[in-house]
Every structure is written in C-alpha cells, then in structure tokens.
C-alpha cells in the first residue's frame, strides 16, 4: 500500500476578483513534522489557511489529506477529518464562560467518534483541556465569561478550542500576535508538549524568533507566491527572503 | 397587444428598479438594511401632497424639497438611531424596522387613507410608439430610472465620494486606516438611499393613489428585487428588476392581476432553491477577514 | 428562602389567581398572552442561534391553516390537528427557510419579512382554502376552562423547555452559532443542521400557536399572515430582552394585556409598539428581564452581607 504524507498542497491557486492572493502554492507535509509559514503582511498566509480548511474554494489545484482530496469539502467536514485551526482575530462565545467555550467543540461528532460513541462528561474534559493550555484549575479563569478574559487568555482559549477535536493537523494563524515576552514563553511549552504527542503542525507566525525555535521547515510567502522553502536557518540565508522583509532595493 | 404589453412591462421593469436601487445602495455601501425603507416613500408622497395642498407650494418646489427632507430623515434615522446599533445586525434590523412601522401606522391613524391623496403628474399627455399609447408620466419613469442608473454608476467610478463608498463596501478596515470616515459615510449611505427612495416616490406615485400600504408593497417589492438580484449587487438589481417586472406584466395581461405576486412569491422560491445569494449576489462566503 | 423562591413562585401564584378570578373576558386576554407568549419563545428561540425573524406570522399562519384546513376539510379533531399541525408545521417551515440558512447577514430577515406577506396574496388570488372569506365554524374547545389551561400549560412547557434546552450542550451549539460560526464549523459542527434544527423548532412552535388559536376563534383567515403576528413577538422579546427567553415570556405578558387596555387607540397601537421596538433596543438593549434580575441579584448580595 502507498502511504501518503499527511498533507500535499498542489498549484493552490485563490483569486479574489482581480487580486491574486494565492500563486500556485505547493508543498508537502509528513506525520510529526512542524511547518513554519511566514512572509508579510497580505502576502496570503491567511488565505491559505483558509482555503486548506475550507473556509474558502480555491480557485485553481488541491489540497490531499492522507491522499484523500479534501479541497471543494465544507470546513466542517474537514475539522471531522481532524484539521484544527485557530483563527488569527480569536473571536470566543462571549457569552458563554470560558470552560463552556470548549464544550461545543466537544460536542462535535469527531470527539464522540473517537470516545467509541460515548459521551463524556464534557464540562470536566473541558477544564482539564484548560489546564493543558495555562489556565490555572483552582483559580476563578476558567468559570469567568470569556467576554472579560484578557487578550492572552483569548489566544489559548482559541488553542484549547482548535484542541478540543484533537486533530492529527493543527494549523496555528499568528497564536503569539499580541502576546507579551512572557506570555509567548509561557506558551511555547505548551505547543513543544503538542510535538512530543505526535501532532502535526503548521504555524505561521511573525515572532521569527520563536517560530525557529518550534518548525523544522519554513516556507516563505510573498504577494502570494512561494518564494523559499528550507530549514530556518537556509531560508533567512535566500536573497529573495531579505529583499521581500526589508523592501525590494 | 403584445407590444403594448412589452412596453408597459418595461415601465414596470423600470418601476421595480428605481424602487430597490435605493435600498440596495444604502446595503451596498454601509451593509445596513433599511427596513424603513417603505416608511419613507410614503413619507415623500404624503410629504408632497402637504406641500401642494397644504402648505400651497408649486410643484416643482415641493418634489425636489421632499427628495431633499426625506435624505435628510435618511440621515437623522442614522445619527438617532442606528448609529448607537452599528454591527449589531439583529439591532439592526429590529430597530429600522420598528421606525418604519411607526410612521407607516401613524400616517394611518392620521387618517391618510382614500382618493384624494393623489399626485399631480410631473408631465401631462401621452405619446405613442407605434400602435401603444404611453402617458408621459410613464415615459418620465423610464427617463428618470435610465439616467439616474448612468449617473450613478459614473458617481460610484468617477468620484471621490463614490470612490469612498466603494471602497467601505469593500472593506471597511482598511477604507478606516485609509482616512475614510466610516460613520460619515453610512450616514450618507442612508441619506443617499432615502434621496433614491423620494425621488422614486415623486415619478412613480402620480400614477396611482398614496396609502400606507404602498409602504409595505415597496418594502417587499424592493425586498423582493434584492433577494433575486443578489443583495449589494447593481447589475442584480437591474437584471432582476426586468425578470420580476415582465414576468409581472404578462402575468397580469393574461391571467388577471391578482397573480402578480404569485410570479414573485415563484421567483422567490426558485431563487432560493437553485441560488440562496441570489443571480448576481455575493454573500454566501464565510470568509475571514485581515 | 423566600427572596430566592419568590421571583419563581410568584408569576405561577398570580396566574393562579387570575385564573380564578378573571372575568371571562380577561380569561380570553390570558389565552391570547400565552399564545403571543409562546410566539415570541418561538421567536426568541432562533434569536438564540442568530437568526432574527420579521416574520413570526409564516410560522403561526402556517400552524392556523393547517389545523384550519384538516378540521374543515376533514373534520380532524381539535386533539389530532394540533400535534399535526405542530409537526407538519415546523417541517414545512424549515423546509421552506432551509436554503437561507447557508446566507450569512440579513438574509434570514429579509426572507421571513416577504413570506407570509405574499403567501396572504396567493390564497387571495387562487381562492384555495376558502380564499378572502377564509374557513369559519371549526371546532373548539370543550371548555374555557380546557382552552386557558392548555394553553397556559404549553405556554410554561415551551418556556422551562426552551430555558433547560439551552442549557445542555446542544443548547451551547446553537449559542455558539449566534456568537461565531465559523469557530462552531472549524470544530466539525455542521452549522447548516443544527440551524435547520432550531427552524424546525422554532417552526413547530410557531405553528403550535397558530393551530391553537384557530381552535380559539374557530376561524382561519388571511388575517393570520398580518404583520401583528410578526411584531408583537419581536416586540414583547425586545420589551423583556432578546436572547434569554424568559424575557420574551415576561414582555408577552406586558404588552399583550396592555394592548387590550390600549385596544380603543385602533392604528396608534402598532406605532406604540414601533416606538417601543426603537427606544428599548436603543436605550434598554438587554431588556427588562435582564435587568431586573441585575437588580434583584445585587439585592441577593445585599442580603448575604447581612
Ligand atoms: N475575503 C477577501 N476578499 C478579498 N480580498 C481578500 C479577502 N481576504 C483576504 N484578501 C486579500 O488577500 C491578500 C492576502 O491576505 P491574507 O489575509 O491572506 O494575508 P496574511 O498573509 O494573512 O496577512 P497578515 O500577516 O496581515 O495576517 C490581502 O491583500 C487581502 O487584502
Ligand atoms: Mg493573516
């Protein structure tokens, strides 16, 4: 039997209108492995995520899943699959307090499926998965509305979320934006502790710093095109990586 | 019989037009839906008939002053009210569609209700095509939508102001960050819609008699047009406009008027059914933005 | 003890009371208020998941001809009609709005505004279902006593239904729809169903109101598509508070008994309701209901002080 990388992106193209946001992007991404995807802002790291999970349809190639297409699928039935995501402006039920916001991602049919069918108790699985992202259990953060917690506590609510259907792909849009020094080290950990289990993940993320110390692999992204791919260190070394960050001439 | 059927289908066409363009143009720009857009076209017909028999104005002054006060209401529905709402769409809604109804009602228990709350016609006589008579009022309609659609498509491409409108319709962060005053905008989004609206009213209501309930049938008319369409799309606007205002015209002529809306109500549906965002419309996408 | 049960134990105490002690002609208004009660829950309901109805009216006209329709036609008893209408009711509803539920925005309100309006035409036009003069002489209830209790039952079983529903995780989904959508997908929930869900809900309830009231007057007509029946749910749920569902029970039972009062006003009462619409959701957004449970849980900590 032929094994499949986790992921292949093949000639994705998005157009929006007359804007091209997406070129032709390929790339491939085994089990375990962790991809960086870095490049300016409105260069369509955004866009990419999102037509990979289905937020968006692509214009022109495709996208594989363990060699099953998965381009043209509803998000849902993608997240089902086991795509996570977290979203770049972390948006939660506001009126629900914070350990609720996880029970309607365990609600989902992929958590039930995995538990055999039963349902747990989801209101503790949902406090434990917040442990897991640094809140702290004895303290009043996890009971409180979401609409009150602060920015970082946001972020790894949106962490906890897209964990909560413990997805075998995790795809993280700019977790770290908006973080202070030690937030962003605080949580660092906490995404090592997700390699170690064995997922799979992509991180796009402005904190170069930060990101090199995670990805194994980079890809760089410029008005939509894949301009260099490598290890951190290789691809900060490519004249066209410098020239698209620091501006052209 | 057919031809005269064709040309009066066209009136109607350009009728439901000039209806929806307003209330298509204030969605279009600023994404809210007025639900009092009924309320103020029957503010401008009985605004105009005060004028001429009331207050004693000719008519030439009363049109254009109405076309102007009801902008103005347009735009003190949105400093009032909706500007304490704005991205609260529920809000929204409920709010512009209680306006609506309040004046639409209070005009009722005024007692606005028979014969005499007519218009006198803009133009008098008629010209004909052919073997079709057409009264001029009607032409005026036809004149009135076809111009105003070309001066508002050079408005929207060739000013600075149209420009603006389009580029909040885009993306109203970035026109933000660009230095458009957002708020300033929708404001003059609605005026811009209820100005539509009014002069609308002032062609279209001389051929017919005022009543709250023309209210109502313009709401669900344009309503009707922009679910067709496709919400914030003009060239929806005008496609559908055609579709829904011929389908009406034959349906009447051959099978009573009572069907009209039936041809509509069908529309509606198929609409639905086959396209939910409508012909031309755009809204069905679950992008992320920024 | 008693501050803790009161603000539950008291609307049931003075029902029963009023039960008791109305005259029969606020016995009618009492129906009426739970049937606009029931109305508005309905209307509340998909307000829970987002989605804003100009047009309660599709729903309970729906429920009215059906049931309307199966007494006359086929002389269905009271108790067959109305479980039927329910049900067939909120399958054709959803049915209908299914394909709008993929539309983000306003989409929803705009469609629900146009239906029932046209629907009132197309009977009007072909004549069907007794046309303009609508079907009269359906059966009624067998009692006042019947009718007041059975609707005051359902009205308290839609609202501590809908009240628990939302509270078990089904009911976070759909609150979880209304405040992001695209967070609820990206977890593997199909939002469209779940939507769908809540329509045929919403749709039953609606029409269970309708049927009932057509028993009520033992008439159904154009009538029951009116705008009323789309504005006073969204009027008493704004009144008390959108999106609790106690606050529509609660501003049902405002507005309806003050309507009766303000019946001799004739048109001037839907302007009050417009105006009522525009000044609570610009001055009192969360509602009534919201707020006097503020005020009655800062008087809860007062009490603990001492
Ligand atoms: N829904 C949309 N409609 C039209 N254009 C869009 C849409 N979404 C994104 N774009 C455009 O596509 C381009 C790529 O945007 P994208 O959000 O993917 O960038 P990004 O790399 O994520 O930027 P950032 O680092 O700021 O998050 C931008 O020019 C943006 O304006
Ligand atoms: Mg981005």
Redesign the interface.
């Known amino acids: 039997m032929e094994v499949h990388p986790l992921l292949q992106v093949q000639e994705l193209t998005k157009d929006f209108g007359g804007l091209r946001a997406l070129d032709r992007i390929s790339f491939t991404l085994n089990q375990g492995e962790s991809l960086g995807i870095i490049g300016p802002n409105g260069s369509g790291k955004t866009t990419l995520v999102n037509v990979i999970t289905g937020f968006l349809r692509p214009t022109g190639g495709r996208v594989r899943f363990r060699g099953r297409t998965i381009s043209g699928m509803g998000p849902h039935r993608i997240a089902r699959l086991g795509l996570g995501r977290t979203f770049q402006m972390a948006r939660p039920f506001y009126h629900l307090p914070a350990y609720k916001n996880l029970v309607i991602p365990l609600f989902s049919p992929r958590v039930r499926r995995l538990a055999g069918g039963r349902y747990g108790d989801r209101d503790a699985v949902a406090i434990d998965l917040l442990e897991e992202v640094g809140f702290e259990r004895d303290s009043f953060v996890p009971f409180k509305p979401a609409s009150v917690l602060p920015h970082g506590y946001l972020k790894r609510l949106e962490l906890a979320r897209a964990l909560a259907i413990r997805p075998e792909l995790l795809i993280l849009d700019e977790l770290f934006s908006g973080l202070s020094m030690a937030e962003v080290s605080s949580t660092v950990p906490i995404i090592e502790h997700l390699q170690a289990q064995g997922i799979t993940l992509i991180m796009i993320e402005h904190r170069l710093r930060e990101l090199f110390r995670i990805v194994d692999r980079v890809i760089v992204l410029n008005f939509g095109r894949k301009i260099a791919e490598g290890t951190p260190a290789e691809v900060m070394e490519s004249e066209d990586v410098k020239k698209a960050y620091l501006g052209s001439e | 019989m057919f031809l005269g059927t064709l040309v009066y289908g066209i009136v109607n066409s350009v009728i439901l037009a000039l209806v929806a363009l307003g209330f298509n143009l204030t969605f279009g720009i600023s994404?809210i839906?007025n639900?009092a857009y009924g309320a103020l076209y029957v503010l401008t017909g009985y605004g105009v008939w005060i004028l001429l028999n009331e207050v004693g104005l000719p008519l030439f002054l009363a049109a254009p002053a109405m076309v102007v006060l009801t902008a103005m209401a347009g735009a003190l529905l949105y400093r009032v009210?909706l500007i304490?709402?704005r991205g609260?769409?529920?809000?929204e809604?409920?709010?512009t569609?209680?306006?609506?109804?309040?004046?639409l009602?209070?005009f009722?228990?005024l007692g606005f209700i028979g014969f005499e709350y007519t218009l006198p016609p803009l133009l008098d006589g008629s010209l004909s095509i052919g073997p079709v008579f057409l009264d001029l009022q009607r032409a005026l309609i036809v004149i009135v939508g076809v111009t105003l659609t070309g001066v508002l498509w050079l408005f929207t491409h060739h000013t600075r102001l149209g420009l603006a409108f389009r580029g909040i319709a885009q993306d109203e962060h970035t026109a933000m960050c660009l230095g458009i005053h957002s708020d300033r905008v929708a404001m003059f989004s609605l005026a811009f819609g209820g100005g539509l609206c009014a002069l609308a009213a002032v062609v279209i209501l001389p051929i017919g008699t005022i009543s709250v309930d023309a209210g109502?049938d313009v709401?669900?008319e344009a309503?009707?047009v922009?679910?067709v369409g496709g919400?914030g799309s003009a060239v929806g606007v005008i496609v559908a406009s055609f579709i829904l205002g011929l389908a009406q015209t034959y349906t009447a002529m051959y099978m009573?008027s009572?069907?009209m809306?039936?041809v509509?109500?069908v529309a509606?549906?198929l609409i639905?059914?086959i396209r939910?965002?409508g012909l031309f419309g755009k809204?069905?996408?679950?992008?992320?933005r920024? | 003890m008693l501050y803790l049960l009161g603000p539950r134990a008291l609307p049931l105490i003075l029902l029963g009371m009023g039960i008791f002690l109305a005259p029969p002609y606020w016995k009618k208004v009492l129906v009426n208020t739970a049937i606009f009660g029931i109305l508005a829950l309905s209307w509340d309901l998909l307000v829970c998941t987002g989605l804003v109805s100009l047009g309660q009216a599709l729903f309970f006209g729906v429920g009215a001809y059906i049931a309307g329709t199966l007494n006359h036609y086929w002389g269905w008893p009271w108790w067959v009609t109305l479980p039927t209408a329910t049900v067939a009711g909120g399958l054709l509803c959803a049915g209908i709005l299914a394909p709008v539920l993929r539309l983000r925005g306003i989409y929803f309100a705009m469609v629900t505004l146009v239906l029932p309006l046209m629907l009132v035409r197309i009977i009007e036009a072909t004549k069907i279902l007794g046309g303009t003069e609508g079907l009269s002489g359906l059966q009624t209830f067998p009692s006042s006593w019947v009718e007041l209790v059975l609707s005051l039952a359902a009205f308290f079983a839609v609202l501590f239904g809908f009240r628990r529903l939302m509270g078990t995780d089904y009911g976070l989904v759909l609150q979880g729809i209304r405040d992001n959508d695209r967070s609820v997908l990206s977890s593997g929930i199909n939002i469209h169903w779940f939507k769908a869900q809540a329509l045929f809900i919403a749709g039953a309830t609606g029409a269970f109101a309708g049927a009932f009231m057509t028993h009520t007057y033992m008439f159904v007509g154009m009538p029951v598509f009116a705008l009323d029946y789309s504005i006073l749910p969204i009027a008493a749920a704004v009144v008390g508070g959108m999106g609790t569902l106690a606050g529509p029970a609660v501003g049902a039972f405002i507005l309806i008994p003050l309507s009766e009062v303000l019946r001799a006003l004739g048109a001037l009462r839907i302007v009050i309701y417009g105006l009522f619409l525009v000044v609570f959701i610009v001055a009192l957004p969360e509602g009534l209901f919201p707020y006097l449970s503020r005020k009655y849980h800062q008087f809860e900590r007062w009490v603990e002080v001492e």
Request: contains cysteine; glycine residues 8%; aromatic residues 12%.
């Open positions: 994404g839906a639900f009210v304490r709402l609260m769409a529920i809000s809604v409920i709010a569609f209680g306006v609506g109804l309040a004046v009602e209070f009722r228990y109502y709401l669900l309503l009707a922009c679910i919400l009573g009572h069907w809306m039936i509509t109500l509606i549906l639905l059914t939910p965002s809204q069905k996408e679950l992008e992320e920024i």
